[in-house]
C-alpha cells in the first residue's frame, strides 16, 4: 500500500483558540533568528524558552508561535512525536504564559527535496531578476502542494527542500495524532 503524506497546519477554526507569541528567553530577550525552528536541521538549544500569548484563549494540542510558526505541542503530543518520528523532529521543553503544563517546541530536523512541480497547482521559483540571489531556484510561491512520494524515503514528518513553512507528515502519524485527540492542528493531503 502506497504511503500517504499531509500537511499539518494550524486549525484557525478552534473556537475560543488561543494565539501563541513569538518564543524568547525566560528573561524575555529575543531569540537571534526567530526563524531558527522552521529551517528543517537540528539546532542547539542550551536553555528553557517562554512562549508568551499574543491573545488569551482555550489552550491547544498543536499551535505555532510566532513569524517563525514555531511548533509548539503539549505533552500527549509530543509523545506521539517521540514514539513514531524521533529520528524527525526534536522536542524541547518550553513555558507556555500563564500555564502550568509543560509544552514543547518541535524542531523538524529533516528536510526532503520532493515537491512535485508537474502536478502542483501552481509552483513559482525565485530567479534572479527577484533580487534574491541567495534563494535562486527555491520556491517563491507552491499553490496546491503536491509531493513525488517515492522520494521521501524513511522520513516520517520534514521540511521540503526550497519551501520550509510547511510541516509533513505521514498517514501513520497522522492517524497517531487524531486518535489522541489532537485539538489545533488540522490535515490537507498532500
Known amino acids: 500500500m502506497e504511503r500517504r503524506f499531509f500537511r499539518l497546519a494550524i486549525d484557525v477554526d478552534v473556537p475560543g483558540r488561543w494565539y501563541l507569541g513569538e518564543p524568547t528567553r525566560l528573561t524575555g530577550e529575543e531569540l537571534e533568528d526567530a526563524w531558527e525552528f522552521s529551517y528543517g536541521r537540528p539546532v542547539e538549544l542550551r536553555e528553557?524558552?517562554?512562549?508568551?500569548?499574543?491573545?488569551?484563549g482555550n489552550p491547544l494540542g498543536f499551535d505555532?508561535?510566532?513569524v517563525g510558526q514555531t511548533p509548539v505541542v503539549n505533552a500527549r503530543v509530543a509523545s506521539i512525536f517521540r514514539e513514531l518520528a524521533l529520528s524527525d523532529v526534536q522536542l524541547f521543553p518550553v513555558e507556555v504564559q500563564g500555564q502550568a503544563e509543560t509544552y514543547f517546541?518541535?524542531?523538524?530536523?529533516?528536510?526532503v527535496r520532493c515537491i512535485d512541480d508537474q502536478k502542483s497547482?501552481?509552483?513559482q521559483l525565485y530567479t534572479r531578476e527577484d533580487g534574491r540571489p541567495?534563494?535562486?531556484?527555491?520556491?517563491?510561491?507552491?499553490?496546491?502542494?503536491r509531493i513525488d512520494k517515492s522520494k521521501v524515503g524513511d522520513a516520517r514528518v520534514f521540511r521540503l527542500w526550497g519551501w520550509p513553512p510547511p510541516i509533513i507528515v505521514d498517514g501513520n502519524l497522522k492517524g497517531a495524532l487524531e486518535r489522541a485527540g489532537i485539538q489545533g492542528g488540522r490535515f490537507e493531503e498532500v
Not at 528553557?48 to 488569551?56: N, Q, Y
Not at 517546541?105 to 528536510?111: K, P, Q, S, W
Not at 527555491?138 to 502542494?145: A, D, H, P, T
Open 134 to 145: 541567495d534563494r535562486v531556484g527555491e520556491y517563491r510561491s507552491v499553490i496546491g502542494l
Open 105 to 111: 517546541l518541535v524542531n523538524v530536523t529533516r528536510t
Open 48 to 56: 528553557r524558552l517562554l512562549v508568551p500569548l499574543d491573545r488569551p
Open 121 to 123: 497547482a501552481e509552483v
Open 64 to 66: 505555532t508561535a510566532g
